[in-house]
């Protein structure tokens, strides 16, 4: 199992920025996606942003333009710049991790933010 710890969360301004960051117990080149959600009606995750091994990225309409993803090997981390934040963005986000068929998921991370 993957241990997965995001942080970065807060309260931000309308317009505002924000980066969340998330670190994997073991190194992400085991891994072969990497990504965040946040909750959706009815107790669904929906995908924001996703990252795979060689570096494919892809992004949820509502934050495509405005939301980059990243990740740092070195550091076992994947990080979600988050710019232009808009009030539909407050949710929690969870940081998602897919190897080999299993999926893992961090605790999730906070994000308000106020119009």
């Known amino acids: 199992q993957v241990q997965l710890v995001e942080s970065g969360g807060g309260l931000v301004q309308a317009g505002g920025s924000l980066r969340l960051s998330c670190v994997a117990s073991?190194?992400?080149?085991?891994?072969?996606?990497m990504a965040w959600y946040r909750r959706a009606p009815g107790d669904q995750r929906e995908l924001v942003a996703s990252i795979t091994r060689d570096n494919s990225t892809k992004y949820a309409p509502a934050v495509k333009g405005r939301f980059s993803i990243s990740r740092d090997k070195d550091k076992n981390a994947v990080y979600l710049q988050m710019n232009n934040l808009k009030p539909e963005d407050t949710n929690v986000y969870y940081c998602n991790a897919i190897r080999s068929f299993l999926s893992d998921w961090g605790p999730g991370t906070l994000i308000t933010v106020s119009s």
């Open positions: 073991i190194s992400i080149f085991s891994i072969d996606t």
